[in-house]
Nanobody
């Protein structure tokens, strides 16, 4: 069994930065794709950013392009979401997800078979 645990959320002023972490634990784990999604109050969960580890391609929601990046530390089995120039509309619970499906469609939530519990990010204006 694989467990994903997010951390790093919190309260930040608009224009600030946060780095979220997603640590994987459990059995040896080599996902084909890792993604970050978010869900704001009263809204549906939406794709934020994701990467296909097999192709190296990174995908971004238009709303975060140029501000958010994704990276990983293989030694720590951890994926990071670096968020810069944060805006109040970035306020949400952020979830990391991993897919063990070959050919995973990075931007589609249904392609992921492992999810973290979420970490809350609040951006004040």
């Amino acid at each position: 069994q694989v467990e994903l645990v997010e951390s790093g959320g919190g309260l930040v002023q608009a224009g600030g930065s946060l780095r979220l972490s997603c640590a994987a634990s459990g059995r040896t784990f080599s996902p084909y794709a890792t993604g970050w999604f978010r869900q704001a109050p009263g809204k549906e969960r939406e794709f934020v950013i994701g990467i296909s580890w097999s192709s190296g391609a990174t995908y971004y929601a238009d709303s975060v392009k140029g501000r958010f990046t994704i990276s990983r530390d293989n030694a720590k089995n951890t994926v990071y979401l670096q968020m810069n120039s944060l805006k109040p509309e970035d306020t949400a619970v952020y979830y990391c997800a991993a897919s063990t499906l070959f050919g995973a469609v990075v931007v589609v939530a249904g392609t992921y078979d492992y999810w973290g519990q979420g970490t809350k990010v609040t951006v004040s204006s």
